[in-house]
């Protein structure tokens, strides 16, 4: 058993904005609610059950928001709406859970769970379904694992709930996004009831620890001004541009956040543009374009993540404005997602960007 | 305790199509449907239970088909989908339904408590919650005498299913309504799970077999050559206009047919037009216009009928088409919705007609 303290909570924060890929939501939002509901209990740790001790017999769930994170910033979360879907998704189920688990790491979405924890008293499982963020439900190597997401539970802020038993993880994510929509595009799920057993097969082992390390080295590394030393040391991160934001398209639609950012070149990577796509999280980059020919810089799953030239923190999709200097990394994701159809589940293809 | 036979299905779904205020689904569509339900299950007769004899300990369950009717022709409902809907509901709730309601009379709507009695064995309350047809789910008297919807069991074709429990019914219409259209535009719910006590509070009486009467009385008088007063002394129809249809825009929306017909008027009606609104069912017939003062001839919740000249058959909203000679009719809804606040509930304000 390992202990998550206060202290723990910005370098997860930070850490899950690397991972995050851009996504899952804006994660000094979930730093706040975070703190917040361990303050509401008197708590100063959370108990984190490292992925080699969680048992065959235990029973997670994971929890997580969903809907566009510029919507999230707005809408904001509190721990009761996250609570409400979990107890939810326990009294469908008739069976109450061991453990909470992230679904993906990113931004909000790994502090979640921790949340969840820090309410029901429950310890986090340090793994989850993604390795990553990405934006829709069924993107996970539990589905890939051939795990089922349902039963759902949706929460929402006014107290509505909703129980989905789809006949895929497809049909989970379309009735779940649809319902999004409809509260105005933000909603908490518990999802994915997994036996131990199940979970150990599909998740991807350490990755909670992980972002926390990642983001510990890289709040470090800027206390001590080797910050991109630091980054690229704790999660193999490869710079792949330079530049200053000069475009950003944001749309919220679909319950999504879909868009691109354009770079224009600084220092050796003048003359050239970088533009990165993405659907809440980053998931293309591409270098040349109009003046020469479009190469591939970095393209999903692998994470692309754009940092902030000065203090080297995570920009995430939500808080891309122009005239940011930044740099551009890509890390590789989990071999977990090295499976037959990984592409299909989650490469460009799943995201019409072929 | 009274007793459906087969011979009852057509007068049933004449009798719903005229009070049904042209919606609720085809009722052709219907009739086959419960034919094929009580063939398959080698029933003669079905069990109705009328209305001064349900008891106060009785648990009900409202079933129907949901989205829009035109959609409802293409997508034909199998006896699977309503009963898993059914099933579904009476499962979340842990407790078995002893009677089987519709929510509406109308169409395809009135007959589909019977297919779920034929599957189940049980019997059917005489009564509903409008007494004719409503598009949207909170448009019952139910909802106006302070009864909840939820929870709600929603099934489609695939066999995705969905629990919903709304703050309000008319959450519960928008998170289903959302569903439906996900689902390619019609569903299959399990809704208003009451107590008898409950239900014989908010339902309106003797419905069912009012519009038996009403479908008995009209195939009598087609056959006798006296359809009109047939018709007119069954329900109290009054006839309002005569012409031909010249225009009919009909949109499928918001999971939702919307649009209007005009009818040019013939014999006494001549150099007159009738517009006849509608969202799903026939709302707001008016007279007059480009060459005159616009007035209105009938308006929600009183019911509006368009009847073919020879026949005198009801033409429901989704079987409309240019050149079709009628007869429209407005007829007196159930002094049940006499109650404050029923106008903004389903009145032309709550159409947005006003």
Redesign the interface.
Known sequence: MMLFGLDDIEPLAVGSAVLGSGGGGNPYVGALLLRSSMEAKGLNKISVTPFDQIDESDFLICSAGMGSPAIGIEKLATYTDHLRAFRGLES?VGRKATLVSPIEIGGINSLVPLVVASQTGLPVADGDGEGRAFPELQMTTLTGYGLSASPVCLAEE??????????SDI?VE??AR??T??FGGRAYVAIYPLEGRDYLRGAIPNSLSHAVNIGRSLLEGIQHKNAEDALVESCDAKLIFVGKVVDVKRYNTRGFAVGYTKVEGLDGYAHDIMKVSFQNEYLLAETGGARGERRRAAVTPDIISIHDMETLLPITTDSLRYGQRCKVFSIPVSRKWEFPGADELVGLKAFKLE
């Open positions: 469908y006014r107290g509505n709930t909703l129980i989905i038993n789809g006949i049909w379309r009735i649809a319902a929509v409809t």
